[in-house]
């Protein structure tokens, strides 16, 4: 079982920074990895998603340009740092991880974190 912690979430004025970590614990993992978001009364929304070496990284339209995902393997953790935040980045970010590729899609993750709340005000 593989068990993810994400910390890093808080309160920021529109066009600050935040960066998100989220550590893997449990047996060696070394699948793909991903970030995922949702907001209240929304569905859950692709954010960013990174593969097992790190070669390999693909967004979400909404903030290409903005956020840049990477992981550091001998930490069992991945990051998220989030440039020029706006408030419809508002909600709570969720780190995922499966045994495969990369997708945007999440269902097709196996495990997940319990989430941390960004919030960006205007």
């Known amino acids: 079982q593989v068990q993810l912690v994400e910390s890093g979430g808080g309160l920021v004025q529109d066009g600050g920074s935040l960066r998100l970590s989220c550590a893997a614990s449990g047996r060696t993992f070394s699948g793909s990895m991903g970030w995922f978001r949702q907001a209240p009364g929304k569905e859950r929304e692709f954010v960013a998603t990174i593969s097992r070496s790190g070669a390999n990284t693909d967004y979400g339209d909404s903030v290409k340009g903005r956020f840049t995902i990477s992981r550091d393997n001998a930490k069992n953790t991945i990051y998220l740092q989030m440039n020029s935040l706006k408030p419809e980045d508002t909600g709570v970010y969720y780190c995922?991880?499966?045994?495969?590729?990369?997708?945007?899609?999440?269902?097709?993750?196996?495990?997940w974190g319990q989430g941390t709340q960004v919030t960006v005000s205007s």
């Open positions: 995922a991880a499966r045994v495969f590729a990369t997708s945007g899609t999440w269902r097709d993750y196996n495990y």
